[in-house]
């Protein structure tokens, strides 16, 4: 499976952006997806995890109210809606899929990252 | 939340080096973790899932051990293709926190 994030670029504090992962594989509906962000210079920090079927979702503390990570499996597609964005959301954005489909074992699988970047 | 403590930050170390890297976690997570490569500008790579597995096609010098609170990654020689920032991740609970991370440059 292949994973393409888009929907990155510059937005006001305050601001909202989505950010789209489109996903190669016809079994995306059968894949944990998460996303995970890298602050300019900094380490990985988890933000969101959605379960194969959309029903189970979690969110780091920081986004949670913020956030809403969503997926349309008919179109193998996950999707990082982001309001009330925030300086402290800038960073490189990453889907990632749950290594054997599930959430304990790690992510195999990465897109190229797409770049938050929030400023006036 | 769980807080993952990588040791050390930095890490100076040849070519053939065996190079270990330690995670502490702040509560027990049994064998949930996994560790990561991540070369600049690139998006991490898996390289160990349950905490001593290794994951497909990564090289066998590359190892992992521990469970509950205490974890390693080893390289057994390192090459010139491994220098860059490993890290952990805990996948016990949420947040599935990442620890800051250990940068592998040449001596």
């Known amino acids: 499976v292949q994973l393409l994030e888009s929907g990155g670029g510059l937005v006001q504090p305050g601001g909202s952006l989505r950010l789209s992962c489109a996903a190669s594989?016809?079994?995306?509906?059968?894949?944990?997806m998460n996303w995970v962000r890298q602050a300019p210079g900094q380490g990985l920090e988890w933000v969101a995890s959605i379960s194969g079927s959309g029903g189970v979702t979690n969110y780091v503390a920081s986004v949670r109210g913020r956030f809403t990570i969503s997926r349309d499996n008919s179109e193998n597609s996950l999707y990082l809606q982001m309001d009330s964005l925030r300086a402290e959301d800038t960073a490189v954005y990453y889907c990632?899929?749950?290594?054997?489909?599930?959430?304990?074992?790690?992510?195999?699988?990465w897109g190229q990252g797409t770049t938050v970047t929030v400023s006036s | 939340d769980i807080q993952l403590t990588q040791s050390p930050p930095f890490l100076s170390a040849s070519v053939g080096d065996r190079v270990t890297i330690t995670c502490r976690a702040s509560q027990g997570i049994a064998s949930y973790l996994a560790w990561y490569q991540q070369k600049p500008g690139k998006a991490p790579k898996l390289l160990i899932y349950a905490a001593s597995t290794l994951q497909s096609g990564v090289p066998s010098r590359f190892s992992g051990s521990g469970s509950g609170t205490e974890f390693t990654l080893t390289i057994s020689s390192l090459q010139p293709e491994d220098f860059a920032t490993y890290y952990c991740q805990q996948l016990n609970s949420y947040p599935q926190t990442f620890g800051q991370g250990t940068k592998v440059e040449i001596k």
């Open positions: 990632a899929k749950g290594a054997f489909g599930t959430s304990y074992y790690g992510m195999d699988v």
């Open positions: 594989e016809s079994t995306f509906n059968t894949f944990a």
